[in-house]
Nanobody, 115 residues
Framework: QVQLVESGGGLVQSGGSLRLSCAAS????????MGWYRQAPGKLRELVAR???????NYVDSVRGRFTISRDNAKNTVYLQMNSLKAEDTGVYYC?????????WGQGTQGSVSS
C-alpha cells in the first residue's frame, strides 16, 4: 500500500529553521506533483508549497523567500526547508502527492515556533 510519512517537525524559536521530510513507500513519487500543507488549530488547511514532477515550484506568499521545497527522486523523498520561522508558521504539516489518477496524504508532523 501507499504510505507518505512526514518527519522533522519540532519546536524552534522565531528565526530558527526546520527541515521536514516526506518519505514515500508503495509508490514512485517522481511521477507526482508533491505538496506541503499546514493546518493550525481552528484554521483551514492551506497549501504552503508545491513542486511538480518537472521541478517547478510554487509557494504561498507568506512563506516565499523563507521556505524551499525540493525532491530527491532517488530517495523517493520530498523536503521542505523552513528558515526564518515565525510564530505564524506553527501548525501540523502534511505531505501530499497528486497525479491525474488520484492523490495521497501523510499523517502530518507538528512544527511549532515560539515567539
Amino acid at each position: 500500500q501507499v504510505q507518505l510519512v512526514e518527519s522533522g517537525g519540532g519546536l524552534v524559536q522565531s528565526g530558527g529553521s526546520l527541515r521536514l521530510s516526506c518519505a514515500a513507500s508503495g509508490m514512485i513519487l517522481s511521477g507526482y506533483t508533491m505538496g506541503w500543507y499546514r493546518q493550525a488549530p481552528g484554521k483551514l488547511r492551506e497549501l504552503v508549497a508545491r513542486i511538480t514532477s518537472g521541478g517547478s515550484t510554487n509557494y504561498v506568499d507568506s512563506v516565499r523567500g523563507r521556505f524551499t521545497i525540493s525532491r530527491d527522486n532517488a530517495k523517493n523523498t520530498v523536503y521542505l526547508q523552513m528558515n526564518s520561522l515565525k510564530a505564524e508558521d506553527t501548525g501540523v504539516y502534511y505531505c501530499d502527492a497528486r497525479s491525474v489518477q488520484g492523490g495521497y496524504w501523510g499523517q502530518g508532523t507538528q512544527g511549532s515556533v515560539s515567539s
